[in-house]
């Protein structure tokens, strides 16, 4: 006997699933991936339920797969939220959530009245999280990891206690893990979006409602027993959870493109833009208390012929590299920005003087003498620096600009000249070892 009446909650949520797909493809990411199964998982529940009536053994396989592929979803979510998710121990604590949950509820399902096995089955839905929360200690202490095994010896506990009870206790057994499960979903979405969003809220909401739909419904069957809902009640808050999430997804890519406006995005610095805005004001500040600012114009050396030889990849990996060294021997209230293809550029504010300058410039320099190794590539660069100081050698931006471009210029000419009169100037026709771990491969002029 097949219940057609599960037929508009399948449809609704395959919808939202794939308005949840449309928003999520523009830019996936690994949460949006889980999130994405945990709705094929909802709509699995629903498929599975609409068989519920069939006879024998059937029917009980459709009652497991229903009610765990529910489970299953939220134990997705959660796990999605972490942010060590892709480290082993998180695995492993989702392996024994899923395993210990699908267990328990075949079980409860097949031989309820089995005593011995029923308990041995609760006891793995505390005892499996413990350990495999043991085998990463140190991360038993993150708010999330401590939250979840908290609630699963708190629901091990509970099952013990009501599982054998005559007539309701599989049902609030069954209800207990479910609560627990969304509980643990609400918990771990706080925590993991903690802003103050209509996504962030409405989410975190919607599973606080989800939860509780597995203990208001045992609440009114005993105590107010005429008291019937319509099911789209119930599954009311997986909609609301559907949205937030879609929500949420939207606030990620507009503030994505906020930074992407104002950020290169292969380095995450600021890009030529927030660049001029940010020496605009430091300029500013500097001209109202009397102070200097300076500004560095680096031009990486041999950056193209990196490209021509090693590849775009390897060019953009050099990128990013020498981007977090720069980013390392700075202050933090002075800037960093990639100005241009192999172009970065240094403001330091106050206090700061000409010999400042020079002597971060040097650092700099030095930083990109040793040959840097990437993906067993060993490349040789250098840079070229130009400094301009405010007020000395320029009162505005774009003189400010020009007069660290001219100079930065000047050095790269000088340091041309300097190494075709020593014979040093490296050459390019060196060929490449095939063996790419080779340390001693190199990239030179």
């Not at 990463?136 to 509970?158: A, E, S």
């Not at 031009?299 to 990196?306: A, E, G, I, S």
């Not at 600009?401 to 930065?408: G, V």
Request: net charge neutral; aromatic share 10%.
């Amino acid at each position: 006997m097949v219940d057609w009446s599960n037929i508009p909650d399948i449809a609704a949520v395959a919808l939202l699933s794939l308005a949840f797909f449309s928003v999520a493809r523009r830019r996936p990411t690994s949460f949006s991936v889980v999130w994405l199964v945990g709705w094929v998982m909802i709509v699995l529940h629903f498929t599975s339920y609409m068989f519920l009536e069939a006879p024998g053994a059937f029917g009980i396989a459709a009652e497991i797969l229903g009610t765990s592929s529910l489970a299953w979803a939220g134990i997705l979510f959660m796990w999605a939220s972490v942010p060590f998710r892709i480290q082993t121990s998180s695995r492993w604590m989702l392996t024994a959530l899923l395993v210990a949950t699908t267990f328990y509820i075949s079980v409860l399902s097949f031989a309820p009245a089995t005593h011995a096995i029923l308990t041995l089955a609760a006891l793995l839905v505390g005892m499996l999280p413990l350990a495999a929360a043991l085998l990463d200690i140190r991360k038993l202490g993150h708010p999330q990891r401590l939250v979840t095994v908290v609630l699963y010896i708190l629901l091990c506990n509970f099952l013990l206690w009501v599982q054998d009870l005559p007539d309701r206790g599989p049902d609030l057994a069954i209800n207990a893990v479910l609560f627990t499960v969304y509980l643990g979903c609400c918990i771990h979405f706080r925590y993991a979006y903690p802003r103050a969003t209509a996504g962030a809220f409405i989410t975190v909401l919607g599973f606080l409602a989800w939860a509780n739909v597995f203990t208001i419904g045992p609440i009114l069957f005993t105590f107010f027993p005429k008291v019937h809902l319509q099911n789209e009640v119930w599954n009311l808050p997986k909609y609301v959870v559907a949205v937030g999430m879609i929500l949420i997804l939207l606030e990620d890519q507009i503030e994505h493109n906020k930074f992407l406006a104002l950020h290169d995005e292969l380095t995450g610095l600021p890009n030529r833009r927030l660049f001029q805005d940010r020496l605009a004001i430091a300029l500013e500040r500097a001209r109202r208390t009397g102070t200097q600012t300076a500004l560095l114009v680096i031009d990486l050396d041999r950056f193209k012929q990196v490209n021509d030889t090693a590849g775009h990849h390897i060019g953009d990996e050099l990128l990013k590299h020498v981007g977090q060294l720069f980013l390392g021997r700075v202050r933090r209230i002075d800037t960093v920005a990639r100005t241009g293809g192999d172009e970065f550029s240094v403001i330091l504010e106050e206090p700061t003087n000409r010999g400042d300058a020079e002597s971060v410039a040097r650092t700099l320099s030095q930083l990109l003498a040793p040959p840097i190794v990437l993906e067993g590539i060993s490349l040789r660069i250098g840079a070229s620096v130009g400094i301009a100081v405010f007020p000395e050698d320029a009162q505005d931006v774009e003189s400010l600009r020009i007069a660290a471009d001219l100079r930065m210029y000047a050095n790269k000419r000088a340091a041309r000249k300097r190494e075709e009169c020593q014979g040093t100037a490296p050459s390019f026709a060196q060929v490449f070892s095939s063996r790419r771990s080779d340390p001693g491969m190199q990239l030179a002029e």
